[in-house]
Nanobody, 123 residues
């Protein structure tokens, strides 16, 4: 059974940083990607960053590149998302997902999701 659990959300001051954690277990094989998405009030979840389990390669959405870093600790089965210079526009529910997508920043290609963690950027 595939399990995905996020943690680390909360209230962040404008200009501050977030560090989210995603622990994945039970996904078979070595060829899969773990991605971070977020959802604001409105349609769809937007992809932020992803990391391939097999080789550690990473990909970022254009609008977060330069202020987001995705990393992993294979020993813990955990992937992290670090984002700097947050603004109120970054307030959202952040989700982690795992699967074998063609495009790792497209939410429709993922079957396994965590429950989400709320990030609110406000003074």
């Amino acid at each position: 059974q595939v399990q995905v659990v996020e943690s680390g959300g909360g209230l962040v001051q404008p200009g501050g940083s977030l560090r989210l954690s995603c622990t994945v277990s039970g996904f078979p094989g070595d060829y899969y990607a773990i991605s971070w998405f977020r959802q604001t009030p409105g349609p769809g979840r937007e992809g932020l960053a992803c990391i391939n389990h097999s080789d550690g390669s990473t990909y970022y959405a254009d609008f977060v590149e330069g202020r987001a870093t995705i990393s992993r600790d294979n020993g813990k089965g955990t992937v992290y998302l670090h984002m700097d210079n947050l603004s109120p526009d970054d307030s959202a529910v952040y989700y982690c997902a795992v699967d074998r997508p063609f495009n790792c920043l497209t939410s429709d290609e993922f079957r396994y999701w965590g429950q989400g963690t709320q990030v609110t950027v406000s003074s």
